[in-house]
Nanobody, 125 residues
Framework: QVQLVESGGGLVQAGGSLRLSCAAS????????MGWFRQTPGKEREFVAA????????RYAESVKGRVTISRDNAKNTVYLQMNSLKPDDTAVYYC??????????????????WGQGTQVTVSS
């Protein structure tokens, strides 16, 4: 069982930055594919970014590419999402997810087995 706890959300003005963190349990964190997703009311949870176990491979949604960076510190069992140049459209609950099985970095929500409780990000205009 993997437990994920997100932190770092909050209220920020458009153009500002936030760094989200996700602390994971488990002794094999470095083997997990980790992802960030986000969701707004009435919409499906959408992919934001993902990173391989070693951190050597990443993928981003087109909507955030160039503004968002995903990274991880396997010594701390933590994955990060640095978000810059935030827009009101980035307002959502952001979820951290873990896929202990996949090697290839993917964006398929259904293949992530473990999820955090989410952290709210609100970007004001």
């Amino acid at each position: 069982q993997v437990q994920l706890v997100e932190s770092g959300g909050g209220l920020v003005q458009a153009g500002g930055s936030l760094r989200l963190s996700c602390a994971a349990s488990g002794r094999t964190f470095s083997t997990y594919l980790m992802g960030w997703f986000r969701q707004t009311p009435g919409k499906e949870r959408e992919f934001v970014a993902a990173i391989s176990g070693t951190g050597g491979s990443t993928r981003y949604a087109e909507s955030v590419k160039g503004r968002v960076t995903i990274s991880r510190d396997n010594a701390k069992n933590t994955v990060y999402l640095q978000m810059n140049s935030l827009k009101p459209d980035d307002t959502a609950v952001y979820y951290c997810a873990a896929d202990p099985h996949s090697i290839v970095v993917h964006i398929s929500r259904g293949e992530y087995d473990y999820w955090g409780q989410g952290t709210q990000v609100t970007v004001s205009s």
